[in-house]
């Protein structure tokens, strides 16, 4: 072979090659996009002992702190669906339903829901952040009233703690 010969044969090997390198490249970046993140294990089920205070409103009397108790119960394996009850400190009961989804730096989010039957038409929505502290899950997050009779009580915070 010439060395002209070989230089037309090489050009256009290389214009190949380096196609093809590029799809490669371009390839295992898409599959690795599919590759979903490590999802966190969040198995919250358990009882808490916990606080919540309601927003400060104006024309109101500044917020007391209330405490309540909370049993988690949580579809098998860990799932997404939890159920449970939060309990006052007068024993009156509410059943909420909800999911839990990992979160940010190992935090577990919940977002549920219970109707007061004492109640009717008062709904009571709550999100929070679960954190493992000290091999304990520790949360924090907010609540909103819809349909109660208290006009000082719409918006509260909570916090609570694994028993």
Not at 12 to 26: C, H, T, Y
Not at 43 to 62: D, Q, V
Not at 84 to 90: A, E, K, N, V
Not at 101 to 123: K, M, N, Q, T, W
Request: aromatic share 6%.
């Amino acid at each position: 072979m010439t060395n002209t010969h070989l230089h037309r044969v090489a050009a256009p090997l290389a214009v190949i090659l380096s196609a093809v390198a590029v799809a490669v490249g371009g390839m295992s970046g898409w599959l690795l996009a599919d590759v979903p993140p490590a999802k966190a294990l969040c198995c919250i089920a358990g009882k808490y002992r916990g606080s919540h205070a309601p927003n400060p409103l104006p024309n109101c009397p500044p917020p007391k702190s209330e405490s309540f108790t909370m049993a988690i119960s949580q579809a098998a394996g860990c799932g997404a669906d939890v159920w449970g009850t939060i309990t006052d400190p007068s024993g009156h009961v509410n059943g909420f339903r909800g999911t839990v989804r990992g979160g940010v730096a190992g935090s577990c989010l919940i977002e549920a829901s219970f109707s007061d039957p004492g109640h009717p038409g008062r709904v009571v929505s709550f999100r929070g952040a679960f954190r493992m502290v000290a091999g304990k899950w520790s949360a924090s997050g907010t609540f909103t009233e819809t349909g109660g009779t208290d006009p000082c009580k719409k918006n509260d915070v909570w916090k609570a703690v694994q028993i």
